[in-house]
């Protein structure tokens, strides 16, 4: 498949519903995706299958907090400057490139940096979702060793970290991100064809775009996309309250959602940062990290990211179930509700009443 | 000549008044440098006259707040790790050790790095002195550019920064190593000899041998060192306050002498920002920055350094003339009072009253 100019609406609906609010802003990726195509052409998409054993790929993302990235388009240099250092260090280029989380931005932006190096895109990304920190990756849960990372800002600063481990990883390229101004582009878990087997969640390109897809050309927008996702609905509401503060590199902060209609009376309060981590109704957990909660637009089924999040907005919060992956001990431990300072157990969305 | 570890103890003290209250910790440096001398051997001090053209310098040096790397040793890792990826980088190894700061720990424990590597020391280095910021180095003064950094911390990690100048240098490397609990291990312009020519500072550790070994088997030690540096005597006093605190990397604060004996009614006060900048009088400047001001006991002459100011300690606060490099429109651009953030012309400290 060819992904040309008119694929990127649907993909940044997908990305943005998948995204469970963050990921970088999805207007921006779009934007830079279109123009990168307008320019260079459509991006091929291949899939691991289409590349040799030892083919280089470049997962790439950009790191900050969404509120900042909003503001700053990426230049063409950060991935031509960050896929030289990668050919520097390995001794050769890299021969696709990968979305490091499909989430968000960072789902469609990934268009734009293939486009802008020339090469495929890879059907598939290190999440199957968003997430707020870099360690929080398959890579990382698959085992392969978070020892290289290789960032990229817009006034073309190049840093390699060779950090020991992935919670360095994070804390060494949050602090660069901060330096950066709060934006920087990143390529983590360079790896081959080979490494990436099992080790990257495969179609989540093609899955954001039918994502993106299903809410098109129907009567029932909510509803499309609820089966499209195997979404459960936590409730249908106005935002009555929103708190967020940017520090660190994230945002952090809640949203609190009251019923209308059928689900009167009943408050559902979001915990979030940079994603949605947490659902809570009257205190018991409704769904929580790494399960995916997104909030979308009650009439139109389109998402709602965090930095869009507004007073009296009438939306609808989703809920379903993340890669078997983030349910393994290992995913868990990395991303699972204690990864993000909450003592509370991880329950199986579809098991939650 | 071969530095032995008997002469560790003359270095640290001339490092310790080279470094006019910064440069790191001279014990620690100290400690490290005979430890490894005591493993490894002494280690050769050369010229850059013995080393061909393309020989690759390593210039090293500590970054960090005085008050933390005062509490964390340097591992034999950290060196190893920096010559590594330097090697990996050049596609050759390092053929000799330079400090990058002669003054404090940082002159010292090169000594260290340089007997781990089984390399000689050049007799050199890039500032004369100390300065907080890794940018105020003689290379940048000579226009090299600021195109590489290496960083390794205790924890092992590796961080290599291809800044776009000598500020984002300085921006990047201060935020990975506050990230790094303060303290790291830095490879600053790594550069050939036939680069290091009008680049670098020659003969300062020789130098700073001779500085520590003027106050030995004298009856006036305070004499004999300042007639050594060519110093002014600026007051001989009691500390009665003393105010610093650690903030993003760095040790601020201010200091204030006042006058006993013949200078009895005079009071001194000193800016900080890790070493000593401006020296105050009754609202007039007596010593600014670049030129050097250092704090020593008044009876042995041993320079008293930021972190070890304790209020009641008979001080004597000595002036003296930076390196003719600092004075020209480049250097004070680079580390004259403007580039402190102070409001103040830079006049040179034999023009003061």
Redesign the interface.
């Given at each position: 498949m060819l992904i040309k100019e008119d694929d990127i609406p649907a993909l940044a609906r997908g990305c943005a519903v998948l995204g469970t609010g963050g990921g970088g802003d999805v207007r921006t990726g779009s934007l830079a995706a279109r123009r990168a195509i307008q320019a260079h052409g459509g991006v091929p998409l291949i899939t691991l299958a289409d590349l040799p054993e030892d083919a280089l790929i470049l997962p790439l993302s950009g790191i900050g907090a969404p509120t900042v990235s909003h503001e700053m388009i990426h230049s063409e240099d950060e991935p031509k400057r960050i896929a030289e250092?990668a050919e520097?260090?390995f001794g050769r280029a890299p021969a696709a490139v990968m979305s490091s989380e499909i989430g968000g931005g960072n789902g469609v932006a990934p268009v734009a940096w293939a486009a802008q190096l020339g090469l495929p895109l890879l059907d598939a990304d290190g999440m199957g979702r968003a997430f707020p920190e870099v360690q929080m990756v398959s890579m990382y849960v698959a085992g392969l060793p978070a020892d290289l990372v290789i960032m990229s800002d817009v006034?073309?600063?190049?840093?390699?970290?060779?950090?020991?481990d992935g919670l360095?990883s994070e804390?060494?390229a949050?602090?660069?991100c901060?330096?950066?101004g709060s934006s920087a582009l990143m390529a983590d878990y360079v790896l081959t064809a080979a490494q990436a087997r099992g080790a990257v969640i495969e179609g989540t390109v093609t899955r954001a775009i039918a994502v993106g897809r299903s809410t098109e050309q129907t009567a029932d927008p909510l509803g499309a996309l609820q089966d499209e996702l195997g979404a459960r609905r936590l409730i249908t509401g106005k935002l009555t309250d929103v708190e967020r503060r940017t520090s660190g590199g994230f945002v952090r902060g809640s949203a609190v959602i009251e019923g209308t209609g059928a689900d009167r009376g009943r408050t559902l309060t979001l915990e979030l940062q940079n994603e949605n981590l947490v659902a809570l109704e009257d205190g018991r957990v409704r769904a929580i990290v790494p399960d995916l909660i997104t909030v979308v637009d009650t009439e139109t089924a389109i998402a709602v990211q965090t930095e869009s999040l507004r007073y009296g907005q009438r939306v609808t919060v989703l809920a379903w179930a993340c890669d078997p992956l983030w349910r393994t001990v290992k995913g868990l431990e990395t991303a699972g509700p204690a990864a993000f300072g909450y003592d509370l157990d991880y329950v199986p969305v579809e098991e939650l009443a």
């Open positions: 250092e520097r260090i006034a073309g600063n190049v840093v390699t970290i060779r950090p020991v360095w804390r060494l949050r602090a660069v901060v330096a950066a």
